[in-house]
């Protein structure tokens, strides 16, 4: 049975950095593309990032160069490294696994809530 | 950037036939995907590639797209399909993921 789980969020100041984890069980993620969908509280479901299966990544224009994602093979798990966060950055995160080729998300985990706040 | 434009929310009968709309620019041409998300929940994808339907999902559910418009239609809807519903494709071109605003579906 396929299952990702997120943890890492939390409150954090604005400017401030984390990092969230998402172990995947089912399935390998090194064989997948991986990618995180967050929706701030109330509004809709943006994409944030991708990871393709050779190791390439890509990012909305939202968060470039201020969020980076990656994956470890032997822990089988997906991070987002998030830093100089702001208070629009807030929003519940979900690590989802990508159906190829046709793109869409298959997999989700229960998501994590990350509040930027002072 | 790409962009997909849903209605904010729909209101249906139960037992009549819902019609969700999702407009891009050659909407057509892509491979289009739906999502329902009920409060507190995450996602769940409903009809992927256009029209067909994950295992589980029911035939009420179903998909259709040409031209600049995409829609994801419930036929008999239930009080339990009150949830909102997500359009998205991928955009390989730019190597960009897009979903619509979303669309709130009220059951009266």
């Known amino acids: 049975e396929v299952q990702l789980v997120e943890s890492g969020g939390g409150l954090i100041q604005p400017g401030g950095s984390l990092r969230l984890s998402c172990v995947a069980s089912g399935f390998t993620v090194s064989s997948d593309y991986m990618s995180w969908v967050r929706q701030a509280p109330g509004k809709g479901l943006e994409w944030v990032s991708v990871i393709y299966s050779g190791g390439s990544t890509s990012y909305a224009d939202s968060v470039k160069g201020r969020f980076t994602i990656s994956r470890d093979n032997s822990k089988n798990t997906l991070y987002l490294q998030m830093n100089s966060l702001r208070a629009e950055d807030t929003a519940v995160y979900y690590c989802a696994r990508v159906d190829y080729p046709s793109g869409h998300f298959d997999y989700w985990g229960q998501g994590t809530l990350v509040t930027v706040s002072s | 950037s790409y962009v997909l434009t849903q209605p904010p929310s729909v209101s249906v009968a139960p037992g009549q036939t819902a019609r969700i709309t999702c407009v891009g620019n050659n909407i057509g041409s892509k491979s289009v995907h739906w999502y329902q998300q009920k409060p507190g929940q995450a996602p769940v994808v409903v009809v992927y590639?256009?029209?067909d339907r994950p295992s589980g999902i029911p035939e009420r559910f179903s998909g259709f797209h040409s031209g600049n418009a995409a829609t994801l239609t419930i036929s008999r809807v239930e009080a339990g399909d009150e949830a909102d519903y997500y359009c998205?494709?991928?955009?390989?071109?730019?190597?960009?993921?897009?979903f619509g605003g979303g669309t709130k579906l009220t059951v009266l």
């Open positions: 590639d256009d029209s």
């Open positions: 998205q494709v991928w955009d390989s071109s730019s190597d960009l993921w897009v």
